[in-house]
C-alpha cells in the first residue's frame, strides 16, 4: 500500500543540519541515517526498496532507493543526496512516522513494549536501561558522536551524556531521558542495523529478564533480542530451527522455543518466562565464550593423536 503525503502539510522543523552532499562511493554516519530514514519510508512507498545491509556505505542500491524517491517526491533524478533531497528525505520520514502514530492502516514496525523508565539519577538497576546501553555500544561503532557506556542497568551520569548526543544526532530535545519517541528510534536504528548481520557477527551480553512473559504475537526490542540469542544457539544445536530476527514473535519462534526448553529440562510452553529467557541467555554465554561444546560436536583435535 502506498499512501500519500500531501506538499501542503504542517512545516516540520528539522533540527539536524545537512551534512554536504551524499554520493555512490561515500561512507560515514549520514548514510547510515539516510538508509534507516529510507527504508521507514519505503514501509509506505513500496516502489522505493528496503536497504541491506544497513550500513554506512553508499552503495548502488541505495543510489537506486534515492534515486526513486526523488522521482517519487518530483526532485531531479540525480541518485546524489544533495541539500534539497536530505531535507525532503527528512520531512517525508517525520510524516511517516506521525501518520503511523495516528492511523491503524499505516504501520512502521517501531512500536514495542516498555516497562516503567527511570528518572535521572535512579540508583536501581532497570533492564531497558541495561539494553539500551547494550544499544548504545552498538551505535557508539557507528556514530563517533556517540560514547560506549558501561552495561549496568543504571541511568547515571555517562548514559545520560550517551542518549543525549544520541537525540542530538537525531534531532530529537536533549533531554538524556530514555522517553518514547527516543526508545522507540533507537530501537528502530539497532534493527536495521543488527538484523542484517550474521549472528556469529554479534556479541550480546546477558541481559537480565525484562518482567514480562513473551508469548506468540508479542513484538519489539526484547522478542528481537531474544531472537538473537537463538538464532546464534540454533546455528550450533541444529535441532533447534532457526528464527527470523524481525522482532516480531512468530509461530517458527514458537517452535524453536518449544524446542530449546524441550533439551534444557525446562517444561516446553514455547513461551519465555523468566526461567526461559534465564536459560537462553547462560546456555548462549556458554556457547559464545567458552568451550561449550554439543554432544557430538568435533572437539577441534583428532582423537587418538
Do not use: C
Not at 65 to 89: C, D, H, M, Y
Not at 98 to 114: D, G, H, K, N, T
Not at 129 to 148: G, R
Not at 153 to 162: A, D, F, P, V
Request: net charge negative.
Amino acid at each position: 500500500m502506498s499512501v500519500r503525503i500531501s506538499n501542503v502539510s504542517p512545516i516540520v522543523v528539522i533540527d539536524t543540519p545537512f551534512p554536504g552532499e551524499l554520493q555512490l562511493g561515500d561512507i560515514n554516519e549520514h548514510v547510515l541515517t539516510l538508509k534507516n530514514e529510507l527504508n521507514v519510508i519505503s514501509v509506505n512507498y513500496p516502489d522505493i526498496p528496503r536497504l541491506y545491509p544497513v550500513d554506512q556505505v553508499f552503495d548502488e542500491s541505495t543510489e537506486t532507493a534515492v534515486r526513486n524517491f526523488q522521482s517519487i517526491f518530483q526532485l531531479p533524478v540525480t541518485g546524489t543526496v544533495g541539500k534539497a533531497t536530505w531535507f525532503e528525505i527528512k520531512r517525508i520520514y517525520d510524516a511517516v512516522r506521525r501518520l503511523a502514530s495516528s492511523s491503524s492502516e499505516v504501520i512502521i514496525p517501531i512500536e514495542i513494549y516498555q516497562e516503567n523508565i527511570p528518572e535521572p539519577g535512579a540508583n536501581e538497576v532497570f533492564p531497558t536501561i541495561q539494553l539500551a546501553q547494550y544499544f548504545l555500544n552498538v551505535l557508539s561503532v557507528y556514530y563517533d558522536a556517540i560514547p560506549a557506556v558501561d552495561i549496568n542497568g543504571i541511568l547515571e551520569n555517562e548514559t545520560q551524556y550517551s542518549i543525549r548526543q544520541f537525540q542530538r544526532v537525531m534531532g530529537l530535545p536533549a533531554t538524556g531521558l530514555l522517553d518514547d519517541e527516543t526508545w522507540n528510534l533507537m530501537y528502530s536504528y539497532i534493527l536495521g542495523i543488527l538484523e542484517t548481520l550474521p549472528s556469529s557477527a554479534i556479541s550480546l551480553p546477558a541481559l537480565l529478564y525484562p518482567g514480562v512473559v513473551l508469548t506468540e504475537g508479542s513484538e519489539g526490542a526484547n522478542v528481537f533480542i531474544m531472537q538473537l540469542f537463538l538464532s546464534y544457539i540454533s546455528s550450533i544445536i541444529l535441532s533447534i530451527p532457526p528464527v527470523n530476527t524481525s522482532g516480531l514473535f512468530d509461530a517458527q519462534m514458537t517452535t524453536a522455543v518449544t524446542e530449546f526448553q524441550r533439551l534444557s529440562g525446562i517444561e516446553p510452553t514455547g513461551m519465555i518466562d523468566e526461567e526461559t529467557w534465564s536459560e537462553i541467555v547462560d546456555v548462549y554465554r556458554q556457547m559464545r565464550f567458552s568451550s561449550y561444546r554439543p554432544i557430538g560436536q568435533y572437539p577441534g583435535t583428532l582423537i587418538g593423536e
